[in-house]
């Protein structure tokens, strides 16, 4: 591995964003063995220019059916929002919000939170579920991807249960600090123990495939350049 991917994360961040895509770490992903890394499909950025990389900061929603009552016995039941709040406050910077096990019938991501996360420099939100407030999150320029808009707010709906927890999304278990890479072509989920080969995988192929098309322009054939160069 190349000295430059252990000085820091800054630097992964910084290649990772300026020289990669999803697509080609996910392929040499799958090389490795590690082919279940993408979130599902439906999960895509508020605008289609917005790029996130950062470390997962896991949040576990719940839903609820009531606002609570003096009967109610969970140590959440009385506490709007259960623990939203402070999982916000505790984003780090370059940390990324990732959060599911709600249901679809509220937003799970809102304006006020996008200002929250941009002020104490996280690098983006990522739920498995619906946001608001999309023109304030386009105007601030914070990096949300969701599976839509959706006005519904999760107050009387939705609580936060925990956070900084082993969560699941689609076929990927997702853990606090797992390097989380998105764009328009999907969310990936690069796991810690593969993160340093993974990267300096993708930028070999994404040199050789540059290679590929220049041959590709000057007339060779498919067939040709996948036997020349193993890659298509």
Known sequence: MSEQFQKSDKTVFQVLKDELFTAV?????????????????????????????????????????????????????????????????????????????????????GGLMSTRAQHLKAAGAIVDGYLRDSWEIENLGFNVFSRGIYAQDQGPRGKVIDYRCPIRIGDVTIVPGDLVFADREGVLIIPKAAEAEAIQRALDKVRTENKVAVAIREGMSACEAFSTFGVM
Do not use: C
Request: net charge negative; no cysteine; charged share 20%.
């Open 25 to 109: 770490v996910g392929d040499v992903l799958d090389v490795m063995g590690y082919q279940h890394q993408f979130l599902p499909a439906g999960i895509a950025p508020l605008r289609s220019d917005m790029k996130i990389v950062g470390r997962a900061m896991t949040v576990l929603e719940a839903d609820v059916f009531s606002e609570g009552s003096p009967s109610s016995v969970g140590p959440l039941a009385n506490k709007p929002f259960g623990l939203m709040m402070e999982a916000l406050d505790d984003l780090r910077e370059d940390e990324v919000y990732i959060a599911t096990g709600a249901s679809l019938r509220y937003a799970l991501w």
